[in-house]
């Protein structure tokens, strides 16, 4: 990840959500760059500064590109876990990226505000409990 500008943080979930969220993470770019995304299985939760991307389960390897220098932080879920928050079908969005219109969940539309009202990794993770 170093060669090309980023790095990464990331947390385990606390007690509550361990058997469906994996972690949290944040990318840091130190300039517009690829992301690499690797099949995992999981699903993910993308959340920058102007808003969020809902990842379904992605079937081959990829770059996301990240246009602006600056962090992205992420929710990244069990398999099959996100319907345990959201009525969705996640065979619907397999190898797909979606706006959180998506999830039809009003307070979800502005989580990247309350999550960027914070300063550090830790809080924002804090949030997401």
Same mark, same amino acid.
């Given at each position: 990840?170093q &060669?090309?500008?980023l790095?990464? %943080?990331?947390? !385990?979930?606390g007690?509550?959500? %361990?058997?469906f969220v994996?972690?949290?993470?944040q @990318?840091?770019? =130190?300039? /517009? !760059?690829?992301?690499?995304? =690797? ?5 993910? @939760? ?9 990842? $379904?389960?992605?079937?081959?390897a990829h770059? =996301?590109?990240?246009? %602006?220098p ?5 929710? &990244?879920?069990y /398999? ?11 065979? %619907?969005i397999?190898?797909e990226?979606v706006?959180t219109?998506?999830l039809?969940? $009003?307070n ?5 505000q309350?999550i960027?009202i914070?300063?550090s990794?830790?809080? &924002?993770?804090? @949030?997401?409990?």
């Amino acid at each position: 990840m170093q &060669r090309f500008g980023l790095t990464l %943080e990331q947390a !385990t979930s606390g007690q509550c959500l %361990e058997r469906f969220v994996h972690s949290y993470l944040q @990318i840091n770019a =130190v300039r /517009p !760059t690829p992301y690499p995304v =690797v099949p995992d299985a999981t699903q993910a @939760i993308y959340i920058g500064l102007n808003g969020s991307l809902v990842s $379904g389960t992605q079937q081959q390897a990829h770059d =996301v590109q990240l246009f %602006e220098p600056g962090q992205c932080f992420g929710i &990244r879920f069990y /398999p099959g876990a996100l319907r345990h928050f959201f009525d969705l079908n996640l065979q %619907e969005i397999t190898n797909e990226f979606v706006d959180t219109a998506f999830l039809h969940c $009003g307070n979800f539309a502005s989580l990247h505000q309350k999550i960027y009202i914070q300063t550090s990794f830790e809080q &924002r993770a804090n @949030i997401c409990e």
